[in-house]
């Protein structure tokens, strides 16, 4: 059931089709160096890429801009606490900017962290305080045919192994990420994050949920988790998200808002700590590097988030591209996570290895087929590891309609069909780090 009609409507447009090949030849066969107007449907992200609701731009216009005891603070404070179950919270200008207030205040050198699949900020945030962050997904996580219903799942048994090793005082911290961005959006049980919790309290360690798209989550429970079936998805979201000790929080995700995060606890002494850091990184603890009517905003998005209607609305556009992919033979991982369908460039391009770029490659032919912008997760973004080719279709929250969708499935069909006659591709310049490779490098078609 439709959740949704417009009432501000945005102008797009199809380029023709050799500007789509000029465009990406001047990109240098990069889609992140492309301009937004030469994309016609964008699915390179669903970060901060949504639309606001008519009662959250109504909430903008009533922002308070103090910046100390802000008005639209006390509400994100109310709407944390109602739909979340957390008493205190600290803004933040973005999720990353949770990461590193939190694990500022969590970890020092030396450490180990755990978590069913580090996303590359919290990867990132985790080194910065000189920790080792280890990954404990379930086995299935990196099979794109596994049919299992919790593929986002925390491996205890690899996490008692890493403890095993290094010793319980190693690990002051276990997160887990709800749903599992980076094993492509795949859900978590609340048994595994009862199971996860209890592990973490046995080797006495802060239990942290990094909630960015908690309520997507639940609604997975709701349908696969027995004994959630009957239950809404606010109480499940609360019952999953009441079992850690700290949150951290990008509104650009479930907070359905274009900028904004936040960490919440219930430990009075982590709050300080929290607080203390993030005068110093984000801003007065009243507003942390947000606008006031962004708290606003995201207070309103918040509560929205976990209303059964918009919940559905989200998943069920996500598995309908998903299906409609599978019924056209368009290779995909299944079963589909939450926020975005991945496309098995390994199988839909098996003639290019991949030292060929055959994700890369994929990306730059939906783009020239179709205009439509996606993103590569293989071996160009992550280089020495044995990732499967996968391209991502991230879905803006509320912002497409079926039509987009059926011209996404129309594109990838037709890639499919003239797939033996895309060229791989090779690199011609690429930044310092190659973890951020994927963002700036450059490419070139390989002459065959
Ligand atoms: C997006 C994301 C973050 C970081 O949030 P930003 O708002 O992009 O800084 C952290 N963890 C997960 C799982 C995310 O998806």
């Not at 937004?36 to 639309?51: Q, W």
């Not at 496309?343 to 783009?367: I, K, N, R, W």
Request: charged letters at 25%; hydrophobic letters at 40%; a negative charge.
């Amino acid at each position: 059931m439709v959740a949704y009609k417009s009432k501000v409507v945005e102008r797009i447009h199809l380029p023709s089709r050799a500007r789509r090949e000029r465009a990406l030849e001047e990109a240098g066969y990069n889609v992140f160096n492309l301009a937004s107007e030469e994309v016609f449907i964008d699915l390179l992200t669903d970060s901060g890429t949504g639309a606001m609701s008519d009662a959250q731009w109504a909430a903008l216009v009533r922002g308070d801009e103090s910046y100390a005891g802000s008005r639209s603070f006390d509400e994100l404070e109310a709407a944390v606490e109602a739909v979340m179950g957390f008493s205190n919270v600290v803004p933040t200008h973005q999720g990353r900017g949770a990461e590193n207030v939190l694990y500022g205040s969590l970890l020092s050198d030396g450490d180990v962290v755990l978590n069913n699949t580090h996303f590359d900020t919290t990867r990132a945030h985790v080194a910065n305080q000189g920790a080792e962050p280890v990954d404990c997904p379930v086995e299935s996580a990196h099979d794109p045919t596994a049919d299992e219903p919790f593929k986002g799942n925390f491996s205890l048994e690899s996490a008692w192994a890493v403890v095993d090793d290094v010793g319980a005082e190693r690990v002051p911290v276990v997160i887990q990420t709800v749903t599992n961005n980076s094993a492509a959006g795949q859900p978590v049980s609340v048994e595994n994050t009862r199971d996860v919790a209890a592990f973490a309290d046995e080797i006495d360690a802060t239990f942290v949920i990094d909630a960015c798209r908690f309520a997507e989550n639940a609604a997975f429970v709701a349908r696969r988790e027995a004994e959630f079936a009957d239950t809404e998805i606010d109480h499940i979201a609360r019952e999953q998200l009441g079992y850690a000790d700290a949150l951290v929080m990008s509104g650009k995700k479930d907070g359905l808002v274009n900028a904004g995060g936040f960490v919440a606890t219930d430990d009075d002494a982590l709050f300080e700590q929290c607080k203390q850091r993030a005068i110093l990184y984000e801003g007065f603890p009243t507003y942390g590097g947000m606008a006031g009517r962004d708290v606003a905003a995201m207070a309103a998005g918040l509560r929205e988030a976990v209303e059964e209607a918009y919940v559905t609305d989200r998943i069920e556009q996500v598995r309908r591209l998903a299906t409609m992919l599978e019924d056209a033979g368009v290779p995909i991982y299944t079963p589909a996570g939450g926020h975005a369908v991945y496309l098995d460039a390994g199988t839909a391009l098996s003639h290019l290895p991949p030292e060929a770029f055959p994700g890369q490659a994929m990306v730059c032919a939906l783009y020239q087929e179709g205009g439509v912008r996606g993103v590569e997760l293989g071996s160009f973004a992550f280089p020495d590891t044995d990732r499967p080719e996968l391209v991502r279709l991230a879905i803006p929250r509320r912002t497409y309609h079926t039509e987009h969708v059926e011209h996404v499935v129309e594109t990838a069909v037709a890639v499919l069909e003239e797939s033996e006659s895309i060229p791989g591709l090779e690199l011609v310049s690429e930044p310092e780090m190659p973890e951020i490779r994927h963002f700036t490098a450059e490419l070139e078609p390989l002459s065959s």
